[in-house]
């Protein structure tokens, strides 16, 4: 049995919805059901949470799973000898850097303990299920710098004094009938971002929301005249360059 029937077999033995699991590990109700339906593969902590939830041993619902059985280690491993690493590590050096290449006793093996202190991290990203941006986003934050599209989204997003600029030109979000329009700024920083980097619509970041929401309020403000005095206000403002209006 596969951890997501062994999951859903004991919660139902339990007479728990999956929104009420939810409320008691803490994990998404939709990545339980996800994973009851094998579209993923939790990681052990979440498998922990869910146990403990349930008020059942891990063992109970992980069954299946490749990765609760520790792999036997080879004999170089348990002993704690190094050689096999550092042969590799020499090898990629001089690969990448030339036979003529010299490095002291110390220089490797500060190499050797940077490579084994990065295989725990390693092997958790390897188990991540999150999308890859998100998970790079999260490493770059912790070591404190700035994710590169992040810092491209504001750098050309408009400030404040530029939006308030702008802002009496365009229509009301909200008409009265119907839903209320997305963020016209949002809106006009994800147009503006495309005809700045020249990226497909599709290919808009996350931010900015459905990519058609951006590109048909393009269109609605072309069609209704609204576009044309917008282009002239941010060509005044040196928002955009006259190759940029496409």
Known sequence: MTVGLSMSAVRRQRGLTLAELSALCGV??????????????????????????????????????????????????????????????????????????????????????????????????????????????????????????????????????????VRPLLPPENTGRGRAFKSNRLMLDGILYQMKTGVSWNSLPERFGRPRCVSDRLRLWSGSGVWEGVLEKLTALGVLEDEEKG
């Open 28 to 165: 998404d109700r939709d990545d339980l059901g996800r994973y009851e339906r094998g579209d993923m593969t939790p990681r052990p902590e979440t498998v922990q949470k869910i146990a403990r939830a349930l008020e059942v041993p891990i063992a109970a619902i992980r069954a299946g799973m490749g990765w609760t059985a520790q792999e036997a280690l080879e004999d170089w491993e348990r002993s704690g000898d190094d050689r096999l690493l550092r042969e590799g590590i020499e090898a990629d050096l001089r690969a990448s850097y030339g036979e003529a290449l010299s490095l002291s006793e110390g220089d490797i093996r500060a190499l050797l303990e940077s490579v084994k202190a990065s295989i725990p991290a390693l092997i958790d990203h390897m188990k991540d299920t999150r999308p890859e941006q998100e998970i790079n986003r999260e490493i770059l934050a912790s070591l404190g710098v700035e994710d590169g599209e992040e810092e491209q989204m504001r750098r050309l997003a408009l400030t404040d004094a530029q939006w308030e600029q």
